[in-house]
């Protein structure tokens, strides 16, 4: 799979990416063997560093760049191992021994722990490679290496500790590099990557590679790398090419003669801006170091290399990130002037150029952390924190939300800042106090206040709410109000917040209205309700009635009633008209909590206040003792409830209603108190003539069924026409109708005469009907009842021997006739012995019920 890199990649990639790896110069002793020294090649293992320099020595350090000495006795701190530059150095895998080899034609097999197995070998030739066998360790592996120069020789011990040599390759020029990884070795020549089986003892393949009319690939260094047991990667020139060794399936086999492994090229990538310095896995990323193709435009000379980390498993080579790497004398190098070995289980790698070595490790939690904050993305930053618990050696989320803090109150982002304040502090008391106190600094406590904790478990010092609330009291009346409302007065001292509301009345020029309703809830706080009604009535807030209620301050406000009346009347006489409950027995239950005669006496001289007072009162007490004034107070403010009034009250002095209705000329009610009193002769007159209404006057001789009342009615208005139809209509079923004919002058036009004396007619002879009717029927029941009493008084008594004397109290039948008496039972069954009567007198009467008459 042939792709072309893309180096567009790193074009279009913000310059705010967040970086994969972190770099640091190695310093210590290595930093003085490069003074005089330069590194020719690198080989880095698990326990140590191999060094190879151009004066042919190799040097052993741990991975901080420390010299570890070469002998236990700490005499020999670095092994002159070749009279000119070391071209490769080679470790097993368990880091006992170390093979070298040079352009001085000397191979050096070195043991660092025992002298066993150690071989120094001049082959007369430029050796450019040596491999060790990565279990070379092991007594039964062969103790076998790899040469490299114009042919690939291996030397493996055999019977008598003789070193036997076997050429598995010829090549027409060098073999520049191999690579070992158990049973398979990779070695680059002139013609390509070879893959060798050495338990097959074959070739599984040859990866050829491209060549160029403008360069020579034997000018530039192959970098071969097993980053798996069957994964190898080259990196050659400008070509990358990532090789899988793949085993030939059982059909594979039984068709062909073929090895039983191959090398299969699965991804090849080819860069036009770069060449290739080294290559290495990062997880699943690949890492490159490169160096530019072109020279710095401005000085001819090379530029700077590059660290690339891409990614490549979907077949597209894409850059993660392209770090440019400041290496001193960069100018003077090429591509094959830098190295690039790894820890691959610790993804740690090492930069190697003649004079120095830089290691590049991945960014661990507080790395990330650093640049996050230094790029000021500290939301990023605690995210970070708070995947892995919230704490690492060197931050936390305290210490990263402080830092934001401090960075958005210098940005004057002051909401925000109060947002991560909440989330940083937490349950912290001292953390918050110190915070707040920031945001007091910059006079920005409003955007906090919203935040600041105000549950018992968390509360604050009241220093710090108090702040808060000046900074609004100064600043924003209406959130300094919401506060006092909203906030548990238990978290600040209500007194030195008073303080301030008063010191600022008097010393600013402001609209009070607001800081004396925050006045008034403080007083409350302080239970002084005395205060705090007063200031509600200055405002003339209706919060006031419900203070009232609450707090049941009946008895302060009579002096206060009108101001009350005159903020909210209903309201006020709703609180006017309270009781005290059944359970107060002292205060005589049932009773207004607020006399009346106090209400009266506040309210005298505003008589509509006055009046809608004693209306609701009346309707709750019906002793009637203000009945007399409400007469006057409806007859001002209320003529419609006047006369309903007068109707079911019997508690008003009607003399001095019937003064009121008669100046103001109230004639309805009038008649009503006319025909009270008994005058109903006048009332009538008022009817017919003041309201001129005939059928009131019909239904009020009706209603009085009055003779004198009827002759009255038509006197007045036979001379009417209009009223003697009326009178003709319905007179009919109550007085004799030649009453009003024979007072009807002859001449008079009356409308509709015939219908209405055939109807009078009709209906004095249906009165006359229901007369006779009513006779018969009565004289019936009459004649029935007589009867039936007669029949009564003369059925026989059933006298037995529970019948007693009510004079003597004995039985009234004896069995000894000697005693026997004569007996008389009266119908209500009182029974007596006629000798116990007095004188033996006998009356048609019973004593017993006559004495109870009596």
């Known amino acids: 799979m042939n792709m072309t890199l893309n180096q567009e990649s790193n074009d279009n990639m913000s310059s705010d990416g967040e970086p994969k790896l972190k770099y640091d110069r190695m310093g210590n002793d290595v930093q003085n063997i ?84 150690t071989h120094s070998l001049t082959l007369s030739r430029v050796v450019k490679s040596v491999a060790l066998d990565p279990f070379y360790y092991k007594s039964g592996s062969g103790r076998r290496f790899l040469t490299g120069d114009n042919k690939l020789t291996l030397y493996e011990k055999t019977f008598l500790n003789r070193l036997r040599s076997t050429v598995l390759c010829e090549c027409e020029s060098y073999v520049q590099a191999i690579a070992w990884h158990d049973r398979f070795v990779a070695w680059a020549s002139e013609v390509g990557v070879r893959v060798y089986d050495l338990v097959a003892r074959c070739s599984l393949g040859l990866i050829q590679w491209e060549k160029s009319l403008n360069r020579s690939i034997e000018d530039f260094r192959c970098n071969l790398l097993w980053s798996a047991p069957k994964t190898l990667m080259i990196g050659w020139v400008d070509t990358i090419r990532i090789c899988l060794i793949r085993k030939r399936s059982p059909i594979e086999l039984q068709t062909r003669d073929d090895t039983e492994y191959l090398v299969d090229p699965v991804y090849t990538f080819q860069s036009k801006e770069y060449f290739i310095s080294g290559l290495g896995p990062l997880d699943d990323q690949l890492v490159l170091l490169s ?308 209400v009266e006496k506040q309210l005298e001289n505003h008589d509509l206040y006055l009046f809608k007072y004693l209306d609701a009162y009346s309707k709750i007490e019906p002793n009637g003792r203000y009945h007399g004034k409400l007469i006057h107070l409806y007859a001002k403010y209320a003529r419609p409830k006047l006369l309903p009034f007068l109707r079911c009250s019997d508690n008003y002095p009607i003399q001095e209603a019937l003064d009121v209705c008669q100046s103001n000329e109230f004639y309805p009610e009038m008649v009503f108190l006319l025909s009270r009193i008994g005058n109903t002769r006048e009332a009538l007159q008022i009817i017919i003539e003041k309201l001129n209404d005939i059928n009131q006057a019909i239904n009020f001789c009706q209603e009085h069924n009055d003779k004198e009342l009827w002759t009255d009615l038509i006197q007045q208005t036979v001379d009417k026409p209009e009223c003697v139809t009326l009178l003709l209509k319905r007179i009919g079923n109550y007085v004799d109708p030649r009453m009003l004919i024979q007072h009807i002058q002859p001449g008079c036009e009356i409308k509709d005469l015939k219908e209405c004396l055939a109807k009078m007619m009709c209906d004095y002879h249906l009165q006359m009907s229901v007369q006779e009717a009513c006779k018969v029927i009565t004289l019936r029941n009459y004649f029935d009842l007589h009867e039936k009493l007669i029949v009564g008084q003369q059925r026989g008594i059933s006298v037995t021997d529970d019948f007693l004397c009510h004079v003597c109290q004995g039985r009234i039948i004896v069995r000894d006739l000697s005693n026997a008496s004569n007996l008389i039972v009266y119908n209500c069954r009182h029974s007596f012995h006629i000798d116990c009567l007095p004188n033996g007198i006998l009356c048609n009467n019973c004593y017993v019920c006559s004495a109870v008459k009596m």
């Open 34 to 117: 490069l003074v005089t020294d330069a590194v020719s090649c690198i080989c880095v293992h698990t326990k140590f560093i191999c060094l190879g320099t151009q004066w042919g020595v190799i040097h052993l350090l741990d991975h901080e760049g420390n010299t570890v000495p070469f002998s236990q006795g700490n005499n020999q701190k670095d092994l002159q191992a070749h009279a000119i530059a070391v071209n490769k150095i080679s470790v097993d895998e368990n880091g006992d021994y170390i093979a070298s080899c040079s352009d001085d034609g000397k191979v050096l097999v070195y043991g660092l722990y025992s002298n066993d197995n």
């Open 291 to 598: 160096v530019p193709k072109e020279p710095d435009p401005e000085t001819g000379k090379s530029q700077r290399p590059i660290l690339i980390v891409a990614d490549y498993k979907d077949c597209e080579f894409n850059e993660f990130s392209a770090d440019t790497l400041n290496i001193r004398g960069y100018e003077e190098y090429s591509c094959n002037d830098y190295f690039l070995d790894m820890l691959i289980e610790e993804n740690r790698f090492f930069i190697v150029s003649p004079k120095e070595i830089i290691v590049a490790s991945p960014y661990d939690i507080d790395d990330k952390v650093n640049w996050l904050t230094k790029k000021g993305e500290f939301e990023r930053a605690i995210a970070v924190l708070d995947e892995v618990g919230g704490k690492t050696a060197q931050h936390s989320v305290v210490t990263v939300g402080v830092d934001y803090l401090d960075h958005l109150l210098t940005n004057q982002q002051y909401e925000a800042a109060a947002k991560i304040c909440a989330k940083v502090c937490k349950n912290d008391k001292i953390l918050w106090e110190n915070q707040i106190l920031k945001f007091d600094a910059v006079k920005q406590l409003r955007a906090i206040s919203a935040y600041i904790p105000r549950v018992s478990e968390q509360v604050l010092s009241p220093h710090i709410y108090e702040l808060i609330l000046n900074e609004y009291l100064k600043e924003d009346p209406q959130g300094f109000l919401k506060l006092v409302k909203e906030w548990n007065p238990s978290l600040y001292r209500t007194g030195v917040i008073i303080n301030w509301v008063l010191e600022h009345l008097l010393t600013t020029k402001v609209d009070n209205n607001v800081y004396l309703e925050a006045l008034a809830l403080l007083y409350c706080y302080q239970k002084k309700f005395d205060k705090a009604l007063t200031t509600y009535l200055s405002l003339q807030h209706m919060d006031v009635f419900k203070l009232i209620k609450e707090h049941d301050m009946h008895t302060v406000i009579y002096d206060k009633i009108l101001n009350l009346m005159q903020l909210d009347c209903d309201r006020a006489i709703s609180i006017l008209l309270e009781k005290f409950p059944v359970e107060d027995i002292d205060k005589q239950h049932g009773k207004t909590k607020i006399p009346v005669e106090v």
